[in-house]
């Protein structure tokens, strides 16, 4: 996918005032956030707050049959069999790596599949979910890219994923929060389908749903930057950027969405999004350690002119490999300069520790089965996929 045709992507994408999904002539409630099911109940002439009644049951109880909604009554509930469906995506492969991190691969179509990460630590469960099947955005270190576009995932399918993880690891959101934390660092560019990724947000953050609080709920964006300027009056998230270049020319080769979004652009939304917030607002920035690519002193030194007093703090992943990629990962020695001299500049820095790398689950590997309709993939050598 070329550049011009990501542009026409966001401005197709007015954030959609109804993303309700209609199967087979019936709604489907798991992606409506609160206002979402308000508007569904109204419709069908029944009072707006069972909104709250079916959002416990759906997210926080995971029942998905009408007839287990024991507090509604038998008139309502053959009302909702015949105007709305809960559908969830099929778990097709489970993989778990020797340090205790889950893949899940959820058949999303016949023909797509996209996979979300459970990464257990001491303190927090961290999900991590996909908002597209494939990326367009053909960033070169990154699996997903390689792997072409499909389309956008539905509200549906993207809140599923912690719907599906929740059931999967045993546990009813209500009773045991084993999921603290979710990230939309899975597959795809969530800021490119902000219609579904919103109201998927909303739900992650609604005290009769999951009820995260916003520190815990992380929208991650190379950069689309109308977008970037939308989500502050949108929805009350954190936010992290695939910053990986601290000037045009090398970041218009490894992210090429900075040809459109360069960034003299990028920079002032970034602290637009900051300004006028809470004191502690700030924004993370994700930097991918690539060997002798963008891990030199040089290169740490501009970071601290660019970054100048934008309120943040970055996160320096060592590179993922997968096979074909062209890259290598920067040596621990290369990493811990890059990093001592943000720290000497007084910004905040740490390195994030690989997880699940062992089964293909770690940042930037996930894969999924996408039927590429970008043609990328012909040109692309095929990446080979373990288990
Ligand atoms: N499209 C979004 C979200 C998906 S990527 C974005 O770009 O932010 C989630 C994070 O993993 C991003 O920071 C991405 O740049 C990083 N990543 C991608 N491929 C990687 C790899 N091979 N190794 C390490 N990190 C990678």
């Not at 029942?63 to 469906?85: G, H, Q, W, Y």
């Not at 939309?184 to 739900?203: Q, S, W, Y």
């Not at 811990?336 to 940042?363: E, M």
Request: hydrophobic letters at 40%; one cysteine or more.
């Amino acid at each position: 996918m070329n550049v011009k045709s990501m542009d026409l992507m966001f401005e197709d994408e007015k954030i959609a005032k109804d993303s309700s999904v209609v199967y087979d002539g019936h709604v489907d409630l798991l992606g409506l956030d609160k206002d979402g099911l308000a508007k569904f109940f109204v419709s069908i002439g029944e009072k707006p707050f069972r909104s709250t009644q079916i959002m416990k049951w759906i997210h926080q109880f995971g029942v998905s049959d009408f007839d287990d909604m024991t507090n509604l009554s038998k008139a309502l509930r053959e009302k909702l069999k015949s105007t709305a469906i809960i559908r969830t995506p099929k778990i097709i492969a489970e993989q778990k790596s020797a340090d205790g991190t889950i893949k899940w691969l959820l058949e999303v179509d016949q023909k797509n599949s996209v996979e979300a990460v459970f990464i257990p630590e001491k303190n927090r469960g961290t999900l991590c979910i996909s908002s597209q099947v494939g990326c367009a955005l053909d960033c070169g270190f990154c699996a997903t890219g390689k792997q072409g576009f499909n389309r956008n995932l539905e509200n549906w399918e993207i809140i599923a994923q912690m719907w599906v993880a929740n059931k999967a690891l045993g546990c009813k959101p209500k009773e045991e929060r084993i999921i603290s934390n979710v990230v939309f660092m899975g597959m795809g560019e969530p800021l490119l389908n902000v219609t579904h990724t919103f109201p998927a947000a909303r739900i992650l953050m609604d005290d009769n749903a999951y009820g995260l609080s916003k520190r815990r709920v992380t929208i991650s964006t190379a950069g689309v930057v109308p977008a970037i300027r939308k989500i502050k009056e949108a929805l009350d998230v954190s936010l992290a950027i695939s910053l990986h270049a601290p000037n045009n020319a090398l970041r218009d080769e490894i992210v090429p969405i900075n040809q459109k979004y360069s960034l003299e652009k990028l920079m002032p939304a970034l602290y637009d999004y900051v300004e006028g917030g809470h004191s502690k607002k700030h924004v993370t920035i994700e930097y991918v350690m690539l060997d002798k690519v963008n891990d030199h002193v040089s290169h740490a030194e501009e970071m601290v002119k660019l970054l100048g007093d934008l309120p943040c703090k970055i996160n320096l992943i060592p590179f993922n490999s997968f096979e074909n990629s062209g890259y290598e990962r920067s040596s621990n020695n290369a990493i811990h300069r890059f990093k001592d001299i943000l720290l000497a500049a007084g910004l905040k820095c740490t390195v994030r520790r690989t997880r699940g790398d062992d089964i293909d689950a770690a940042c930037g590997q996930l894969a999924g089965k996408v039927s590429d309709r970008t043609k990328r993939t012909l040109k692309a050598v095929e990446i080979k996929r373990a288990g």
